[in-house]
């Protein structure tokens, strides 16, 4: 990586001064990249009659994407700050112009802060300049929204949705001079059925939704249906081509699970989503689509899950009423019950991916597997390819596995979260055009558990003979139809076997689609290869940006965040 100093050697200079921060000189630069200051300390030693003038610099820099406003300092702050220095700081009475720049401050566990460098002087039409300068580079970066609707879903988690909007982003939004329509949602799918028809959407460059993954769900559904009648795209049929959607989307988490937030961001803060919203990031972002014979199902961005997921998911919905603590007792009971269930998965393998859901390569920000993006024609060639194999292989390309599984589940990234920090499929990718379909096939309880218990640590989860992984590009699930089936022949673990009855197998699961229960085991996957973009970057190497240019702003704050 290039150090941010040799950017600033080798571009050219817009603007350098002499100005005062924190009541030492600094020499300030800035080119159509970088703003840079280092100190001056004069130390003038007098030795052999020869005055010496030293310079040692402490140097900062910030990128200019990084900026988020710059602007006249306040009158009335500059004094009160002036006042309350001590004579020893005196230069800064000198200096009675300022100008403040604020900019993004990467913290602990991939967070950002808004932080304010204020740079003094004698001379206001010199500190006017450099806000003029540095405004008209903010201005060159096309890429930052402007105008932005946001949707508030004021019962999401818990129920701060709108205090954490107007609090902690709104004002961050008004110094970016971001403009604002905000729609509180009075009821469950208001802000999707508004996305779908009424929203005039040419006004806006993007749009947030503070709330949970349920809230967000909502928005990618009516940003999805819009774009596609708008383009005139039937997004019922299985194989249609879907068109992506122009607008950005930003997450505000705001919910109780906040899942997509922290696979696109590494953190669930609202400060640093919506910083990142101003900034103007882009992550693309697949999204499945799933269908039931011709019929249109829902749209999944991270996992789609039959039998044990399914399972939890629908016995969490019938105690709802212990709030969060549902999820843990409903995935007791649903370990306990150790059902399994029977069916037909077919899958397309994703042949020319570059990734492999065992290769350890994590999706992180500028992950090139997702950048290798495959074009619609490499899909379809890859489709022809094998197609002619079909002529010798009855199965056209598709690979079928018939069996009887406890769980089948379908992510499209990691899925990590607090809790299973490698997530379902630690090397699965936000944007390569494919999911990653897990299958776990029938096992005794205690073998179950242990693969459970290795999305904890950082072992292999895939490393059992009954579970195996395949990148795929589509995959249909066909349940099969039989009559309850007993789990005698199960090699006996000592967990079952402290049983005395034995467990049947009911004959369908449910499918858990982002957490939305779908109402057919039957379905039809096809993965549609960035369809939406975010207003995020992925999950920084942090350390290793920190570490490549000392000459930074970025420093880490104390441990206590
Ligand atoms: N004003 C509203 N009143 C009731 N429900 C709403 C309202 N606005 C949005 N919703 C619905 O609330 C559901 C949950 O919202 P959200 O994801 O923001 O919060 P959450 O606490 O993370 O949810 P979950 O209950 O899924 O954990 C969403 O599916 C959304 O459709």
Known sequence: MTRLSDIMETQGKLLYSKLFHKHRQVEVALNCSI???????????RSSGISNSAETAHSHAVQVCEIVSVCKTDEQENTKTRRSRTNAEQPSQLYPHAFTVSCVRRTRQHRWRCSDVTFHSANQGLCEQWIQVINEQLSLLTNRPKSLLVYINPFGGKRHGKRIYERKVAPLFGRACISTDVIVTERANHARDHLKTEANLDKYDGVVCVGGDGMF??????????????????QKQPDAELVPCSLHIGIIPAGSTDCICFATVGTNDPVTSALHIIVGDSQPMDVCSVHHNDTFLRYSVSLLGYGFYGDVLTNSERTRFLGPA???LSGLKTFLSHNYYEGTVSFLPAENNVGDPRDKLQCRSGCPICQHKPSSKDVQCEMSEKKEKSDEDVSGGWRAIRGRFIAINAASMSCACPRSPQGLSPSAHLADGTTDLILVRKCSRLDFFRHLLRHTNKEDQFDHSFVEVHRVRKFRFQPQQHELVSLEDLSVSPISSAQTTYNYSTSHSRWSCDGEILPHAAIQVSVQCQL??????????????????????????????
């Open 35 to 45: 703003l840079s200051w280092k100190e001056i300390e004069r130390s003038r030693k």
């Open 217 to 234: 769900s909502e928005i990618l559904h009516g940003l999805i249906t819009r774009t596609q009648t708008d383009s005139g795209v039937d």
């Open 326 to 328: 549902r999820y843990d």
């Open 532 to 561: 939406i973009r975010l207003f995020a970057r992925g999950i920084e190497e942090q350390q290793q940006c920190l570490l490549e240019d000392p000459c930074t702003l970025w420093a880490l704050e104390p441990s206590t965040h």
